[in-house]
């Protein structure tokens, strides 16, 4: 017999800008040490400087998106929230009745 499925835990929210700061940091970390050493890079290793170069270029990108993506996603829940409230005339169970 199957036992029955727990409830989904709570979404953790937390600023998704520091690890990908972190993360391009160690990018560019890694492009500085591929740079430095690169003059004993065999030629056909050179594209660990391009790598490098582009997770960092992807890690700018994503600590400038990040942000705005969430706001879109937090709009469009509102925006879902009123349709609901208005089709069903009620307040939205998350909502506190004002007094």
Do not use: H, N
């Not at 560019?28 to 997770?55: E, F």
């Amino acid at each position: 017999m199957r036992t029955p499925r727990r409830p989904d835990p709570e979404v953790l929210e937390f600023d998704y800008r520091v690890p990908t700061a972190l993360g391009t940091l160690g990018w560019a970390v890694a492009l500085v040490a591929v740079l430095v050493w690169g003059d004993g890079l065999d030629p056909d290793q050179q594209w660990r400087v391009a790598v490098c170069a582009t997770g960092m270029v992807l890690g700018v990108f994503a600590f400038f998106y990040i942000p705005r993506l969430l706001d879109k996603r937090a709009r469009a829940e509102a925006e879902r929230a009123a349709e609901r409230t208005a089709a069903d005339g009620e307040p939205d169970p998350g909502e506190r009745p004002s007094s």
